[in-house]
């Protein structure tokens, strides 16, 4: 183990306080002088005993462990080892502990039988607790105890992190674990242009419950196949509801729960813009919609058609948590419910067709989740809440001023999920240093408060060009803190991502590089402006979408930023190659994370070029053909991997703003 392996400063394995015939004070001074010892550069092999005792890092796990406790001894697996669970669910566990294991050159055997002699076994465990576990490594073998499946489950998780960081030697410890959280939850964004594979979503599910995450959410606005209403999903890949039935199998086979999300009130314009509902619009052409965003509460035709989506949608859904969104309404009160807010107000018009929807949740058996943004907005619309309403609060800000009303909501005697962001959306990377804090601040208040769990988005505004890869680092992050908060070490995170997940540490400064641009979001836009405007108009989009390029994003770019963007983040020719033994689903989120970097210069060189045209400065045409050039490489890239993982969805307005962009250079170098 390198010295970059060793910057964490999270759970350290203890000895026990009296060791040797040292006193407990005389114990716990010699364990500080350790801890110093451990958190100093090591050598390439682990050596560090105190004592005689090997000290396991456990600091360097991903997903930290809740407490760990060194034993003297070692084990080292044997080159053909068994793996025994009493259980049919611990096959899938043991199988891919198996995985690992060959890849080490040996060659396991995984047997369901609780009395035959194995070197790793899984034993029922009652009273440890929902998804708690032990992990026993002695000197003859490794014992997992836990008292359901889902704990067992995790404990090889556990174990597949210790054997990738010591291989098959491991120093002889006992971990005790449990969650902090009881609802661990990623929400992916699949309506803003981008419909994941299936086997993409089977692949990502795999590494959210390797992280311990243990919900999955999928937005969906109209990427749907409806039966009763089949233009809803037209033209944008939907899903099929044997695709749904497929996933949520996966996903239950590996513990975590499918939770279906549907929006039923606002974000509503890519229904109300099709002909047929435009009369359900509260507010037709609000920002730009033709049906603008939210459904008329007033319109008995709205309910029934939240209703007609709702029967064939939730009964599908094995969970019983269901989010029913409900964010967003902005024009609520100011068209069709005019008179009716006028009246009432606001809020309790908002409040009166929430109840309808809460009425359908129960006639299905659910229980109801929703955006807690409206009701905070109204914070006196809490006491007519159902009691059994979840309230997903979210702001995706590092402070976030709604991370700290969450106690409004818990203090009315409601259940919450604390909802921070990857912070990748409306970025070719993403926003890092706030991802991170964002997560860590919510994940802290969670977890004081006393609140369900926390539920990480990532969301695709505008185009959904952020790809998974630049998602992952925050998909993990907000796994470790809902896991165990308390010992996860924000500021080491990073590296051990890069080296667990992306099979390569070196990549860790590039990725900070890549999430540090002060104008992520601006360059995010900036490759669908027009160098030059055209009669008013700035860019180009998507006709689905209210793409904000009513403005210029390149004229208020600070040079310095753009400079400063050219310079931290590396050319795509300088990240490191995938590893060789990468599986293909982390190899590509390598490749996407270059091209990502690519996409940020790409935009920095348009907005100074940009800036030099309007200004009238000379701008040769040398340098727009390279430009030209270089963005139809790029979006030749872009369209390999958007394929890769996800169906063509709106693949295509994407590719076609690049190469508007391009030719428009190309034009401009001519004259």
Sequence with gaps: MGAAGWAGQGTVCEPPARVNGNSSAEG??????????ILSPAPAEWRILLFGVPIVPTSQLLIPVRNCV?????????????LAGPRRADALPLGQLAGDLGRLGLSPRVVLDAGTAAHVRIRRAPGLGREAYRLDVSGEEIEISASDDAGAYYAVQTLRGLLRRHGRRLAACRIDDAPDLARRGVYLDCSRGKVPTLETLKQLVERLAAWKINEFQLYVENVFTFRRHPAIGRGYSPFTPEEFLDLQAHCKSHHVRFVGSLSSFGHMEKILRLPPYRHLAELPGHMGYPGGTTLCPGNPGSIRLVADLYDEFLPLLEAEDFNVC?????ELGRGRSAARAAKVGTGRVYLEFLLKIHALCQKHGKRMNAWADIVLAHPELLDGLPRDVVMLNWDYDAPGNLIRRSHEILDAGLPMMACPGTSSWQSHGTRLPNAMQNVANFAREAHRRGAEGLLNTDWGDYGHRNLLGASLHGMAHGGAHSWCGRKVDDPSFTDRFCRDVLGDARLAPWVRALGDSRISRRLY????????????????QDPGERIPLSKSWIDPAPPEDLRRTLQIVPEESRWPAPAKRLARFEALAVRELALAATMDRLSARRATLAKSL?????????QLRELSADTERMAREFERFWLARNKPSRLRYNLAMFRQGAREAVEIARR
């Design 70 to 82: 060194s034993k003297k001894g070692r084990f080292t697996l044997p080159a053909r080892p068994v």
């Design 326 to 330: 409900c964010d967003e309404t902005w």
């Design 28 to 37: 716990q001074g010699l364990r500080r002088a350790n801890r110093r010892a």
């Design 614 to 622: 309007r200004a009238g400065e000379p701008v040769t045409a040398r």
């Design 525 to 540: 836009f900036i490759l669908g402006e027009r160098l030059v405007p055209s009669r008013g108009r700035w860019g180009w």
